[in-house]
């Protein structure tokens, strides 16, 4: 499985890529427009970060300006992946862009028939916005992401389960065990993921040990 980091900011882009835990990157235009900065220059940016996939979406739901965005942001540069949201317009796109080897991320997918669908327009990767479907009562993203799972595996499907929407450490992992290709988390998830208490205290721990021992380190 990857991870990748779901941001826009070039900053938190290249301090969780010099972590070396992200494979790539996820963008939205809501975390796009949070950025502050011209939209060419922080696709810019992510582009000399990243040695990975990058997801930019298109902003149009019309078919004719979906395609021709979605190829203005093709061209960019080999690491774009384009996000097309799913809907029929858009998966008209996305078979498009499959037929010449442009690579999809259809966003927005609420349910098994929507990861299928998209999977059968050529999606290159399925977005499963786990948090958004638990903001919903009675709706679990988890048995969401084992349910494509199991569909994407029974039918031999080649596209990429993405588990997006991730709000804390409990949907990360659940992600994973259920089965995502791809978890792609905001920068707070990731640097909390990091962190655990008892290495916290294990790590004083040590230190305050080896300060009481007089030891010297050498070199
Ligand atoms: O990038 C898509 C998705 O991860 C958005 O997450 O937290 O806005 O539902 P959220």
Redesign the pocket.
């Known amino acids: 499985m990857e991870l990748f980091l779901?941001s826009a900011d070039p900053q938190q882009v290249k301090t969780a890529w010099d972590w070396g835990v992200i494979q790539g990157v996820?963008?939205?235009p809501?975390?796009l427009a949070s950025v502050g900065k011209p939209y060419i220059e922080v696709v810019n940016e992510l582009i000399q970060i990243v040695d990975g996939s990058i997801s930019l979406e298109v902003i149009a739901t019309d078919f004719e300006t979906m395609l021709q965005q979605a190829r203005t942001l093709a061209a960019l540069s080999r690491k774009i992946v384009v996000k097309i949201p799913c809907t029929t317009d858009g998966l008209k796109v996305v078979k498009i862009l499959s037929a010449q080897k442009i690579k999809t991320n259809v966003?927005l997918v609420f349910s098994l028939s929507q990861a299928i669908l998209a999977a059968k327009a050529g999606a290159t990767y399925a977005?499963v916005?786990v948090?958004?479907l638990e903001d919903m009562a009675e709706h679990s993203g988890d048995e969401l992401v084992s349910q494509v799972r199991t569909a994407y595996d029974d039918s031999l499907i080649p596209t990429k389960l993405v588990a997006?929407?991730?709000?804390n450490e409990n949907h990360f992992e659940q992600s994973i065990l259920t089965g995502a290709d791809i978890v792609?988390a905001?920068f707070p998830i990731v640097e909390k993921l990091v962190r655990h208490q008892l290495t916290d205290a294990g790590l004083q721990r040590f230190l305050d040990d080896w300060a009481r021992s007089g030891l010297e380190f050498p070199g």
């Open positions: 779901d996820t963008t939205n809501s975390l966003t977005s916005f948090g958004r997006a929407s991730i709000r792609t905001p």
